[in-house]
C-alpha cells in the first residue's frame, strides 16, 4: 500500500516522518545526533508513534538523556541541522529560507527530571552568517502535546536556517549545557509562522477503501478493497486532530461482506476530517469534507 503526503514545507522533514535505518537504530533525515556514539543498550534520539496532531503522519521525535552515560555523547537528548555531519559543529546553515519567516511553530512534550532545560531553536543565516534566531526554553512538565510559537528575533534577509532540539539546555551556560537528569522531549510538525493543524491533501495509490459521496452531508459509503476479510477499525479525525469517531467493521455484517459500508456522519459539523482504517497489513488515511 503506498501513500504520497504532498506539503508545502521548507523545513527538511519537518514532521519527522522520514528517517533512514542504520542498522541497530533509526535516523531522523536531515538532523544530526548521537546514536552513532550509542553501544545499542540506549539511543537517545528515537522515533516515536506518539505524534501530534494524529491525522497528520505516523511519527514525531523523541529526545532523551541519560545521565548515566555521562560524559559520553550517548548520554545526550539532542538534535541538529548543519552540513557538517558534527554535533559540535552547532545549527549552522542547512536549508534555504523562501520568504520572510517571523517565527517557528510546532508542537511538543517535556517530561523534565532535576531542573532540566527543555530547548527548541531556529537560527538563520545570510550569505554563512549568523543574522537572527529564535528559541523556546523551560523548565516547566507539559505532559500533553501543546503547541509553541516562537518568534524569530528581526532581520532585513536570510538565505538558510537551522534547527536544534535538545531535552536540556544545549547551548546554555555552564552547568546547564549538561543533563542534569534524563528527561524527555518530543517533538512534531515545525513549520514557519503557520501552525500545522488542517489535514494535507492526500493522493492514495491501490487505496484499502474510497469515500463516496466526497463532499458528503449525512451519510457516506465506504467502499473497502479488504481480501482478507478481517475486521478493521474506523477512526474520524477533525481538523486539529482530534479523534472525533471511532468504530469496528466488523466482517460479519452484510454489508461489510459486500465491501460496502454507510458511515452516519449526521452529528458532525462541516469541515475537513481524515477518515483512518487500521487493517492488520496498515493504516491508510483519507479526506473527508462534510458540507450540509
Not at 84 to 103: R, V, W
Not at 149 to 155: E, L, R
Not at 201 to 227: G, R
Request: glycine share 8%; aromatic share 10%.
Amino acid at each position: 500500500m503506498a501513500m504520497i503526503i504532498t506539503a508545502n514545507a521548507q523545513i527538511p522533514n519537518k514532521g519527522f516522518e522520514q528517517w533512514s535505518n542504520m542498522g541497530n537504530y533509526w535516523e531522523p533525515q536531515g538532523y544530526v545526533t548521537p546514536n552513532a556514539f550509542a553501544s545499542g543498550a540506549f539511543y537517545p534520539v528515537t522515533r516515536s508513534t506518539d505524534h501530534y496532531p494524529v491525522s497528520i503522519g505516523s511519527y514525531s521525535i523523541r529526545l532523551e538523556s541519560k545521565t548515566s552515560l555521562l560524559p559520553g555523547n550517548d548520554a545526550l537528548g539532542i538534535t541538529l541541522q548543519n552540513n557538517y555531519d558534527s554535533l559540535l559543529a552547532g545549527p549552522c546553515q542547512y536549508f534555504k529560507i523562501i520568504g520572510h519567516p517571523t517565527s517557528l511553530t510546532g508542537y511538543y512534550k517535556y517530561e523534565p527530571q532535576n531542573g532540566d532545560t527543555m530547548l527548541i531553536a531556529i537560527r538563520l543565516f545570510q550569505g554563512g552568517s549568523f543574522v537572527s534566531w529564535g528559541q523556546l526554553t523551560t523548565t516547566a512538565s507539559v505532559p500533553n502535546w501543546t503547541s509553541f510559537n516562537i518568534p524569530i528575533s528581526s532581520y532585513s534577509s536570510a538565505d538558510s536556517g537551522a534547527i536544534l532540539l535538545a531535552s536540556y539546555n544545549a547551548i546554555g551556560p555552564p552547568p546547564e549545557k549538561i543533563p542534569h537528569g534524563n528527561s524527555v522531549l518530543y517533538v512534531d510538525n515545525l513549520n514557519f509562522d503557520t501552525l500545522v493543524s488542517s489535514v494535507p491533501d492526500l493522493t492514495v495509490k491501490n487505496a484499502l477503501f474510497n469515500l463516496y459521496p466526497n463532499p458528503a452531508s449525512d451519510i457516506v459509503n465506504l467502499s473497502i478493497n479488504n481480501t482478507n476479510k478481517e475486521d478493521l477499525i474506523l477512526n474520524i479525525y477533525n481538523a486539529k486532530g482530534v479523534l472525533v469517531r471511532t468504530e469496528t467493521l466488523k466482517q460479519n455484517k452484510p454489508d461489510y461482506r459486500s465491501g460496502r459500508q454507510q458511515i452516519n456522519i449526521g452529528d458532525l459539523s462541516n469541515g475537513i476530517y481524515m477518515v483512518e482504517i487500521k487493517s492488520q497489513e496498515g493504516t491508510e488515511k483519507q479526506k473527508l469534507i462534510i458540507q450540509k
